[in-house]
């Protein structure tokens, strides 16, 4: 296997967990935004739903995913007709890697809202701001360290995950075959060397991920005024 | 034009009722803490919705829940300042005071945000437009809260005790300040407070607020002079009240002090309250021989609170104190008097000119 081949595992990885995040970063700040403002009957379950991923094994997870995605479940035979399918492919790692990400952000972006002041506002509201205003004006600024933690622990869950990946998108390397799941069969085969080095990489990508992530939350704190 | 307030809302401990109407005026809003004050002004803006009523602005329905209609806050026209002013802590000075200019250009946003921070005094040193809320005194902050309600041409303010977050010194100054804003402002301004004298300075006409309720609303010096209920009298510091029983038109017998008194009111009732001022407490003692003054007793001193310009004496009527704590009348005197007063033999005259003796119903 030519080098460049060898380092798929990085490209798949990488390109998984900025898609996942990226999507999870807009999913999980649109659910944070309207369950705070739901006060229905239904908001203590519909939050345990959106927890859900968070506290289930990652195998529970990829067959919850393969019933939905599979050849039999509701979205995989919508595929079907179409003449694609889900399992087995690259986009299947997005969504595992979104859904397990997901109640993290969730989870930030709604702490991050609850902690901003209402009083501010409410005092944007009486100056003739729209709720939109209100939300993107004030709101998201002054949530952004909860949201931007939310964000970095969002990216590093989508990179490590392996249970559900490996269910729904199978280890294909070359398509689906993330870093994790590199390492795992590398160890399966023996190859210490090779997960060595994909292990060194993943700490070093991480650490790296994190210090950026972490100073551009303290930047954004300092302007704000507020320490959480 | 001015504001019509007729609303009732449920809220757990109390219901809040509140009837009132007001052209262009400094209301002051009096009550404990926890009275509703603040949840009339939020009712007002429309941050929280009554269960029933309307409320009316210049001639505009704000809310009317027999119509229907319930304009979110954004479309009041109200400028609301909050106890801790709620100044946008990522936003600079310059951009929390245009906040309300959207619709403007941005030329005359510029303008209207240079006006308006050189009227309210936030022009000393320049880049005071480029700094953020937390680099700025609490004196100046609340200016740029004010400001920014302004900016937007409210018909009506709204301040949630302004002044409870700032030190002495600063809250006499400002009030004084303030007022002089006030008095430029074309609409009715709603000023909440529980501070007594702030309320009585700033304000012109007062509303008495007691577990949701309106007790009193009225100018101030009539409110002051007959708080017209018992909560009222308390509510706006009257320290001297007692049980009491008409004995004529113009005569109370106070079973408590064991004293009767005359008073100017008319009463009707036959049972209520009577209330005499601290303040209003005259020494009889010194008068010339011919000078009888109405409504005069004997009082012995039971204990004594100094304060820096004024003191407090705690006075029993009739027979000697037998404890610190045994006094019926709290009489406050100017620091100047408290020394010679401290020299007379006791027990002391005093009376109560039937002027300031006031009586409230049940």
């Given at each position: 296997m030519s080098s460049w081949q060898e380092l798929t595992p990085l490209w798949i990885s990488l390109k998984t967990a900025l898609t996942a995040t990226g999507i999870t970063f807009f999913l999980g700040i649109a659910a944070a935004r309207w369950m705070f403002n739901y006060h229905g009957k239904y908001k203590t379950l519909l939050d345990g739903l959106f927890i859900l991923p968070l506290v289930l094994p990652p195998t529970v997870l990829g067959f919850c995913l393969l019933l939905v995605f599979g050849k039999n479940g509701p979205i995989g035979t919508l595929l079907y007709e179409i003449g694609t399918s889900i399992i087995f492919s690259w986009p299947a790692t997005v969504i595992a890697a979104a859904v397990v990400a997901f109640p993290l952000m969730y989870q930030a972006a709604h702490a991050a809202f609850e902690q901003v002041e209402p009083n501010l506002e409410d005092a944007a509201r009486t100056l003739g701001a729209s709720e939109w205003k209100v939300f993107w004006k004030i709101t998201v600024p002054l949530a952004w360290p909860g949201i931007a933690a939310g964000t970095v622990l969002a990216f590093a869950r989508s990179l490590g995950e392996f249970g559900a990946t490996l269910m729904l998108a199978g280890n294909i390397p070359g398509k689906t075959q993330t870093i994790p799941i590199a390492i795992y069969f590398a160890v399966e085969a023996g190859q210490y060397k090779k997960a060595f080095g994909w292990v060194a990489i993943v700490i070093v990508m991480s650490l790296g991920m994190l210090y950026l992530l972490n100073l551009w939350k303290t930047r954004k704190q300092n302007l704000t005024g507020t320490s959480t | 034009m001015g504001i019509l307030i007729d609303i009732k809302k449920s809220l757990p401990g109390f219901k809040l009722q509140i009837k009132l109407s007001n052209e262009q005026d400094i209301i002051g809003v009096l009550g404990?803490?926890?009275?509703?004050k603040s949840m009339l002004l939020k009712c007002i803006a429309g941050l929280v919705k009554p269960d029933e009523g309307k409320i009316i602005l210049n001639k505009r329905t704000l809310f009317d829940s027999a119509q229907k209609i319930n304009l979110p806050p954004q479309e009041r026209q109200v400028g609301f300042l909050f106890q801790n002013y709620?100044?946008?802590?990522?936003?600079t000075i310059a951009e929390n005071i245009a906040f309300g200019l959207s619709k403007l250009s941005k030329t005359e946003i510029n303008q209207r945000v240079a006006e308006l921070m050189q009227r309210f005094r936030l022009v000393d040193s320049g880049d005071m437009a480029k700094r953020f809320p937390r680099q700025i005194s609490g004196g100046q902050q609340q200016r740029v809260a004010l400001a920014r309600a302004m900016a937007a041409e409210p018909e009506i303010l709204l301040l949630d005790e302004p002044f409870s977050a700032l030190d002495d010194n600063l809250r006499t100054h400002m009030t004084k300040e303030m007022l002089a804003y006030l008095k430029d402002f074309s609409g009715s301004t709603l000023f909440v407070t529980h501070n007594i004298e702030e309320a009585y300075r700033v304000c012109n006409q007062i509303a008495v607020i007691n577990a949701g309720n309106l007790e009193a609303f009225g100018p101030k010096r009539e409110l002051f002079q007959t708080p017209g209920s018992l909560a009222a009298a308390k509510i706006t510091g009257c320290k001297n009240i007692a049980a009491a029983i008409r004995k004529s038109a113009y005569l109370l017998e106070i079973p408590a002090w064991g004293i009767k008194l005359k008073t100017n009111m008319q009463v009707a009732e036959k049972k209520g309250f009577v209330g005499i001022r601290a303040n209003h407490i005259k020494l009889a003692d010194g008068l010339a021989d011919d000078i009888v003054p109405e409504n005069c007793c004997s009082a012995w001193i039971a204990d004594e609170s100094e304060a820096p310009f004024r003191s407090t004496f705690f006075l029993k009527i009739g027979s000697e104190p037998a404890a610190l704590d045994d006094f019926h009348l709290q009489w406050e005197i100017n620091g100047d008097q408290r020394n010679m007063i401290r020299n007379l033999p006791q027990p002391i005259k005093i009376h109560m000119p039937p002027t300031q003796v006031f009586f409230v119903k049940e």
């Amino acid at each position: 296997m030519s080098s460049w081949q060898e380092l798929t595992p990085l490209w798949i990885s990488l390109k998984t967990a900025l898609t996942a995040t990226g999507i999870t970063f807009f999913l999980g700040i649109a659910a944070a935004r309207w369950m705070f403002n739901y006060h229905g009957k239904y908001k203590t379950l519909l939050d345990g739903l959106f927890i859900l991923p968070l506290v289930l094994p990652p195998t529970v997870l990829g067959f919850c995913l393969l019933l939905v995605f599979g050849k039999n479940g509701p979205i995989g035979t919508l595929l079907y007709e179409i003449g694609t399918s889900i399992i087995f492919s690259w986009p299947a790692t997005v969504i595992a890697a979104a859904v397990v990400a997901f109640p993290l952000m969730y989870q930030a972006a709604h702490a991050a809202f609850e902690q901003v002041e209402p009083n501010l506002e409410d005092a944007a509201r009486t100056l003739g701001a729209s709720e939109w205003k209100v939300f993107w004006k004030i709101t998201v600024p002054l949530a952004w360290p909860g949201i931007a933690a939310g964000t970095v622990l969002a990216f590093a869950r989508s990179l490590g995950e392996f249970g559900a990946t490996l269910m729904l998108a199978g280890n294909i390397p070359g398509k689906t075959q993330t870093i994790p799941i590199a390492i795992y069969f590398a160890v399966e085969a023996g190859q210490y060397k090779k997960a060595f080095g994909w292990v060194a990489i993943v700490i070093v990508m991480s650490l790296g991920m994190l210090y950026l992530l972490n100073l551009w939350k303290t930047r954004k704190q300092n302007l704000t005024g507020t320490s959480t | 034009m001015g504001i019509l307030i007729d609303i009732k809302k449920s809220l757990p401990g109390f219901k809040l009722q509140i009837k009132l109407s007001n052209e262009q005026d400094i209301i002051g809003v009096l009550g404990a803490s926890g009275a509703g004050k603040s949840m009339l002004l939020k009712c007002i803006a429309g941050l929280v919705k009554p269960d029933e009523g309307k409320i009316i602005l210049n001639k505009r329905t704000l809310f009317d829940s027999a119509q229907k209609i319930n304009l979110p806050p954004q479309e009041r026209q109200v400028g609301f300042l909050f106890q801790n002013y709620a100044l946008f802590p990522h936003l600079t000075i310059a951009e929390n005071i245009a906040f309300g200019l959207s619709k403007l250009s941005k030329t005359e946003i510029n303008q209207r945000v240079a006006e308006l921070m050189q009227r309210f005094r936030l022009v000393d040193s320049g880049d005071m437009a480029k700094r953020f809320p937390r680099q700025i005194s609490g004196g100046q902050q609340q200016r740029v809260a004010l400001a920014r309600a302004m900016a937007a041409e409210p018909e009506i303010l709204l301040l949630d005790e302004p002044f409870s977050a700032l030190d002495d010194n600063l809250r006499t100054h400002m009030t004084k300040e303030m007022l002089a804003y006030l008095k430029d402002f074309s609409g009715s301004t709603l000023f909440v407070t529980h501070n007594i004298e702030e309320a009585y300075r700033v304000c012109n006409q007062i509303a008495v607020i007691n577990a949701g309720n309106l007790e009193a609303f009225g100018p101030k010096r009539e409110l002051f002079q007959t708080p017209g209920s018992l909560a009222a009298a308390k509510i706006t510091g009257c320290k001297n009240i007692a049980a009491a029983i008409r004995k004529s038109a113009y005569l109370l017998e106070i079973p408590a002090w064991g004293i009767k008194l005359k008073t100017n009111m008319q009463v009707a009732e036959k049972k209520g309250f009577v209330g005499i001022r601290a303040n209003h407490i005259k020494l009889a003692d010194g008068l010339a021989d011919d000078i009888v003054p109405e409504n005069c007793c004997s009082a012995w001193i039971a204990d004594e609170s100094e304060a820096p310009f004024r003191s407090t004496f705690f006075l029993k009527i009739g027979s000697e104190p037998a404890a610190l704590d045994d006094f019926h009348l709290q009489w406050e005197i100017n620091g100047d008097q408290r020394n010679m007063i401290r020299n007379l033999p006791q027990p002391i005259k005093i009376h109560m000119p039937p002027t300031q003796v006031f009586f409230v119903k049940e």
